[in-house]
């Protein structure tokens, strides 16, 4: 347990990754070990100062030796007790595959699919918001298109108007991920995507040098995007479940 107000010497270990023309420097694509030692009052007061110290060094080597540095991983030690914390970008784990064979691709979600399966794969936390985004952008317009579509044959409209619920643990997602969800909770979705769109989605996607723009060697600015992904990908998973089951070409082959 830290104590408030007191001075810690900590130790951060980061692991840097050098990628060139598909070629890397070991079998473990590791170029050097790089290891600072910073007074921090905590765990994550010693990963702020490592990672602001750390990065913008980085950022300008990647500029003059035209190559792509990323932060794999790191571990942070407090020299006193030896407590030890890692961090690592990992992907997620592995799950079961259970191939529902009458679901197929159908060319109008292909695009939103091929922007949610990127923001998946991916661990940096600024390209996951951009890819999010994209996705729900995506998803609205075939929204509007669908019942555009809807009024001009005649048919029920049916627009869920999707809303955050009002009880945290209503919402299906892990405990770890709760605490980003409770400034949004009772929102309606479209509301939550304009409110981050200005604060999030275009301070990451447009550079201002003067103005409030995010950038990935802050590590506060890492921390923002980080927060917001559990709420962006939770409403790419609700409102792209509703829009395949309202599709009349899809909603046939859903069984659950």
């Known amino acids: 347990m830290w104590n408030p107000g007191r001075t810690l010497g900590s130790t951060s270990k980061i692991i840097?990754?050098?990628?060139?023309?598909?070629?890397?420097?070991?079998?473990?694509?590791?170029?050097?070990l790089a290891e600072i030692t910073v007074e921090a009052e905590s765990f994550l007061d010693a990963e702020r100062k490592s990672h602001d110290a750390l990065a913008f060094?980085?950022?300008?080597?990647?500029?003059?030796?035209?190559v792509a540095i990323d932060i794999k991983g790191y571990r942070v030690t407090e020299e006193r007790t030896e407590s030890r914390k890692w961090v690592f970008n990992a992907l997620g784990?592995?799950?079961?595959?259970?191939?529902?064979?009458?679901?197929?691709?159908?060319?109008k979600f292909r695009k939103v699919l091929s922007a949610y399966r990127e923001a998946q794969n991916s661990s940096n936390s600024f390209y996951k918001v951009?890819?999010?985004f994209n996705t729900l952008e995506g998803l609205y317009k075939i929204r509007v298109q669908r019942l555009q579509s809807d009024r001009d044959a005649g048919r029920p409209i049916h627009d869920p108007g999707e809303r955050m619920e009002r009880n945290i643990q209503a919402i299906r997602i892990g405990d770890d991920d709760r605490e980003?969800?409770?400034?949004?909770?009772?929102l309606r979705f479209t509301r939550i995507r304009d409110r981050l769109r200005s604060t999030l989605r275009n301070a990451v996607a447009h550079?201002?040098?003067?103005?409030?723009?995010?950038?990935?060697?802050e590590f506060e600015d890492l921390a923002v995007c980080s927060r917001a992904l559990p709420v962006l990908k939770h409403m790419c998973d609700v409102i792209l479940n509703h829009e395949i089951r309202a599709d009349?070409?899809?909603?046939?082959?859903?069984?659950?």
């Open 16 to 32: 840097l990754t050098w990628h060139r023309s598909g070629y890397t420097l070991t079998d473990e694509g590791a170029l050097a």
């Open 57 to 66: 060094l980085l950022s300008w080597w990647s500029f003059a030796y035209t």
């Open 93 to 107: 784990r592995a799950k079961e595959f259970n191939l529902n064979a009458d679901l197929v691709s159908i060319p």
């Open 130 to 132: 951009i890819c999010f």
């Open 180 to 186: 980003p969800f409770e400034p949004y909770l009772g």
């Open 207 to 217: 550079l201002d040098p003067e103005g409030e723009s995010l950038v990935a060697d």
């Open 248 to 256: 009349p070409e899809l909603a046939p082959h859903i069984t659950n």
